[in-house]
Structure formats: structure tokens, C-alpha cells
């Protein structure tokens, strides 16, 4: 969270200060992922090893998405229409080559450029599930939320009225055909996503 917003517009002081607030705790708690759900500031600690692998292990099988129009990327900023100063940060996003057209502020984007997000938990499932009801209201296309705690793979699409209207669950040792978003057909191995117990 190093770009400063934009100047301040009257009247809102408020989410300049939960803001500031957000990149005060960002600066002291390197690693930590901090975000602004519903209003309220929640840190992340640092991912374990595990975490970082399954990253690793699903950014390699969607790494042929990339291209002019997409790119892969994780830890990327999204500005959330849910509050004045809601953002979250996702563990992986799969967003529109344009991105750089669409910063909100704090090196948050725009919903709009996003067409994936992916979080891997183990043990911060509340935050999890305030992320669900947020991602559907942006609109994202698609989340897929690797539990690693239940070893379940969640791919939830058609977001509509603030949730989403399909929900499909897959276990360790399944393939999961991610819907079309991308232009072209991606599969992905829930082990993949879980990473190692």
C-alpha cells in the first residue's frame, strides 16, 4: 500500500483516516496482509510455506493465461464497493492487461479489471466468508476459495444481487474446470490449490 490516495474530496475524512489507519499498520507489520472489510481494518499473518506453495503451484498451471489482454499476478489490491474504504487483497487474481487504466487509490483496482480471485485458509475463515459476500457485490466472475483447514476446493460463480448463485466443491486428488472467463480452457488440480498438509 505505498501510492498515497487521491486529494481528500469534502466529507471524506473518515476513509482517508481508515485508510491512513490501514497503511500505518501495513508499514509495522511487514509480510502481514492488511485489508478493509466492511469498514473494519483485519490483518492477515504472514502465509505459512505451505500457503506460499500452493501459490506457486496454482500460478504455474494458470501462467498460460497470460498474455497482452491477462496477467496472473498475486497480492494485488481490490477496491471494494461494499464501503467508502473497503478494499481486500487477494491472494491471486487473474485481472485485464489494461489493469494500470483502472487504480482506485492505495494500489487498489477496480472490480472490473478483475476476472479471478483465489484465497488460500487454513485458519481466518471468517474473513473468508465477509470476502464472499464482497467479491459477489464487485461482481467478480469467479473466486475460487482453497479451505486447507476441510481440504475442500470451492469454485463459486454467477454473481448476482450480492452473492453467488453457483457453487461447486471439489476434494484432493480432483480436477476442476474453471468456467469460461478467460477465452480459452482452464483446468486446475484442487492438490494444487490445497498445497501440502
Not at 453467488?164 to 477465452?183: C, I, M, Q, V, W
Amino acid at each position: 500500500m505505498s501510492d498515497r490516495a487521491p486529494a481528500a474530496e469534502p466529507g471524506s475524512h473518515n476513509r482517508t483516516a481508515l485508510l491512513d489507519e490501514a497503511e500505518w499498520i501495513s508499514q509495522r507489520l511487514p509480510g502481514c496482509r492488511v485489508e478493509i472489510l466492511d469498514g473494519e481494518i483485519t490483518v492477515t499473518p504472514l502465509a505459512s510455506a505451505a500457503h506460499a506453495e500452493a501459490l506457486t503451484d496454482v500460478t504455474v498451471q494458470l501462467i498460460h493465461l497470460r498474455d497482452r489482454r491477462t496477467r496472473v499476478v498475486q497480492r494485488v489490491g481490490l477496491w471494494l464497493p461494499g464501503g467508502p474504504s473497503d478494499f481486500a487483497v487477494p491472494d491471486l487474481s487473474v485481472i485485464d492487461g489494461d489493469y494500470n487504466n483502472h487504480l482506485v487509490a492505495y494500489n487498489c483496482y477496480a472490480p472490473a479489471v478483475f476476472r479471478l480471485v483465489l484465497e488460500v485458509t487454513a485458519h481466518n475463515y471468517g474473513n473468508e466468508r465477509r470476502k464472499t459476500a464482497a467479491y459477489a457485490a464487485a461482481g467478480i466472475p469467479v473466486y475460487v476459495l482453497a479451505d486447507r483447514a476441510e481440504r475442500l476446493v470451492h469454485v463459486l460463480t454467477d454473481p448476482r444481487d450480492g452473492r453467488y448463485r453457483k457453487r461447486a466443491t471439489y476434494r484432493p486428488g480432483e480436477s476442476l474446470a474453471l468456467p469460461d472467463a478467460f477465452g480459452k480452457p482452464v483446468r486446475l488440480a484442487a492438490d494444487s490449490a490445497l498445497g501440502p498438509l
